[in-house]
């Protein structure tokens, strides 16, 4: 069973910047679709970002586009999430999934998923 692993997160100030990072136990993720999704406090988990394994294609929700930049070094077996200018109301959980076929903006289509990574951002 693959196991998702996200590092990156912390505590940064609004106008700052973070990378997430993602890579799998137990196999190798080159072809799988990946995603990023969040969570924030008293909401429900929505979709970030996410890159297909076969052409690199991406796709950013509407509130992270010109900010937020995913992409994937197959080499090393990872995926990143890089995140500029980010704003308080990006504090969330950050979550990576992946799927052999899907790539998609719904988070329980996707049969990996790692345990997720704190991002607060202050004002």
């Known amino acids: 069973q693959v196991q998702l692993i996200e590092s990156g997160g912390g505590l940064v100030q609004a106008g700052g910047s973070l990378r997430l990072s993602c890579a799998p136990s137990g196999r190798t993720f080159s072809s799988l679709n990946m995603a990023w999704f969040r969570q924030a406090p008293g909401k429900e988990r929505e979709f970030v970002a996410t890159?297909?394994?076969?052409?690199?294609?991406?796709y950013y929700a509407d509130s992270v586009k010109g900010r937020f930049t995913i992409s994937r070094d197959n080499a090393e077996n990872t995926v990143y999430l890089q995140m500029d200018s980010l704003k308080p109301e990006d504090t969330a959980v950050y979550y990576c999934?992946?799927?052999?076929?899907?790539?998609?903006?719904?988070?329980?289509?996707?049969?990996?998923r790692g345990q997720g990574t704190q991002v607060t951002v202050s004002s």
């Open positions: 890159i297909t394994w076969s052409t690199g294609n991406t």
């Open positions: 999934a992946g799927h052999r076929y899907y790539s998609g903006t719904y988070y329980a289509h996707y049969s990996y």
